[in-house]
């Protein structure tokens, strides 16, 4: 038997609360069937609970009504209900709005899908049939401003809703815990930013056509100013998934998942650019491999991969040769394998990582300088556009990835790059400017057209407009190195010199 909490938000509600409530089927006051009616006021400056009390009175019926001394606003409200809903345990929770404008006959409706378990959330749209949504005297350009608005955010998000912006809801609660919605805004943007966290989460969204119905209640929204944070909200999740900006409502795996650390090799990326500079049959020594997701790529070029880093990879732990469990921080030339041939060594995005960039270059300048040894860096470009414009408004907000990861330790720019590699005795043969990862979005037409744009910039301001900095460099002979040779050199010539004189 499946727990049903039906969850009213209301502000200043009194025309239209007690009409509401005598709509909604009885089984839903039925708390031994495990049901529940909650009324939350945000409040209200008018008799809202007071009109609620006395029908619940009346009608002898369970209400449990809730009164906020201090206005918490539309999201807030919800997230307040949303959370009492996972606490009680309860298995589906359904919004509806104290005004009257969602009708709660709809319910037994609206709530199948999940009970059913086709859906993790049910919305009750009033665009599946457009022009019931004009008879129900929904204003038209709230009719022509929802369907544009909705295709915009379809298009940004992959999705292929309706409408964003029905407040008729029905939420499966253990759905619910998987999303950070107690980040969200307190404001109407809330209804768009956890639909945004559902779509992202993957969770089965379902729409049920209802009625519209617009009458005397009071609208408490301002058309441009949300219209303004519906698209601020959708665009600045599309940006998080870049890696450009960072807000923690839209942050859903843990730094320590394997599965946050995404293969870039199927799109222009760090990734690609490190493989099209190896060929088949060569060793690599992958430092801070990582979940050796990029390893694997080489492994089926026909590469051997030697990897290191301070943790058995929990994924693509088959595809290394060798595995050194070594922290990069504590690394000396000893630890690093001594008769394996090292055609190419890989520090992808791992400088940025560790306390001292410049101890790890001379450990493997010591150990590779010899050879010279072709290496090829990755690291985020801290001159990007967006961390200018970012410190301009004094923003420097580190995030779960992108250039500004929390667990970066080093920021470079094209120019400090180039002077760390060169003032610690390396060679850089070639830096390129790599764009943004937009194929970690879409790789759609608007995708494409980002990329080429990202290209062109480029080429234009590589500082400026470069998201990430790739660079292969070859490390030279060092002093030791050199007078060593030097030492074998006078030795060979005295022997010779000491053979022509006998």
Excluded at 304 to 333: C, E, M, N, W, Y
């Amino acid at each position: 038997m499946s727990r049903i909490l039906v969850f009213i938000v209301a502000y200043n509600a009194e025309r239209h609360i007690q009409s509401l409530l005598a709509r909604i089927p009885l089984h839903y006051f039925d708390r031994a069937a495990g049901a529940e009616v909650l009324l939350i006021d945000d409040a209200s400056r008018d008799r809202t609970v007071e009109r609620a009390y006395a029908w619940a009175q009346s009608q002898n019926l369970p209400l449990k009504v809730f009164h906020n001394p201090m206005n918490q606003g539309y999201g807030g409200n919800q997230k307040l209900g949303y959370r009492y809903a996972i606490e009680q345990k309860f298995d589906v929770v359904v919004l509806l709005h104290g005004d009257g404008q969602y009708a709660p006959e709809l319910l037994d409706a609206i709530t199948k899908p999940i009970m059913g378990g086709e859906a993790d959330i049910v919305i009750g749209s009033r665009m599946l049939k457009r022009r019931n949504a004009l008879k129900g005297k929904m204003p038209f350009y709230k009719f022509v401003g929802n369907i544009a608005l909705t295709r915009v955010q379809n298009r940004f998000l992959g999705s292929h809703l309706s409408e964003f912006h029905s407040g008729y809801r029905a939420w499966s609660v253990p759905a619910l815990t998987r999303i950070p919605f107690d980040y969200n805004s307190p404001d109407f943007d809330f209804d768009t930013e956890i639909l945004i966290q559902a779509v992202d989460n993957k969770l089965r969204i379902c729409e049920i056509p209802i009625p519209t119905h617009y009458g005397d209640e009071v609208c408490h929204v301002d058309g441009i100013k949300y219209a303004c944070q519906i698209l601020g909200a959708t665009i600045v999740s599309r940006l998080q998934k870049f890696g450009i900006l960072y807000t923690p409502k839209y942050d859903y795996i843990s730094v320590d998942d394997p599965s946050a650390y995404n293969l870039k090799s199927h799109f222009e990326s760090t990734h690609s650019f490190a493989l099209a500079r190896i060929s088949p049959g060569q060793t690599i020594l992958d430092m801070g491999c990582g979940t050796g997701a990029v390893a694997a790529e080489a492994k089926k070029m026909g590469c051997t991969v030697i990897g290191i880093d301070r943790a058995v990879p929990v994924t693509h732990a088959d595809v290394f040769a060798t595995f050194i469990k070594q922290d990069l921080d504590r690394l000396r030339s000893t630890d690093l394998p001594a008769d394996a041939p090292i055609d190419v060594l890989w520090l992808l995005d791992v400088i940025e990582h560790v306390d001292s960039p410049e101890k790890l270059l001379v450990v493997l300048r010591e150990r590779f300088g010899a050879q010279q040894t072709r290496m090829i860096l990755t690291t985020p470009n801290i001159a990007f556009l967006s961390m200018r414009l970012g410190l301009m408004l004094g923003q420097f907000n580190y995030g779960r990835r992108g250039i500004l990861d929390m667990t970066h330790r080093r920021l470079f720019t094209f120019s400090t790059l180039r002077n760390l590699l060169q003032s610690h005795g390396y060679v850089i043969e070639e830096v390129k400017g790599i764009p943004v990862p937009f194929g970690l979005v879409t790789n759609g037409r608007i995708g494409q057209l980002l990329l080429l744009i990202n290209r062109w910039l480029i080429k234009i301001s590589r500082s400026l407009f470069a998201y990430e900095i790739a660079a292969v460099v070859r490390p030279l002979p060092t002093t030791r190195h050199l007078l060593g040779l030097l030492e074998e050199t006078a030795k060979t010539r005295r022997g010779v010199n000491a053979a022509d004189n006998s």
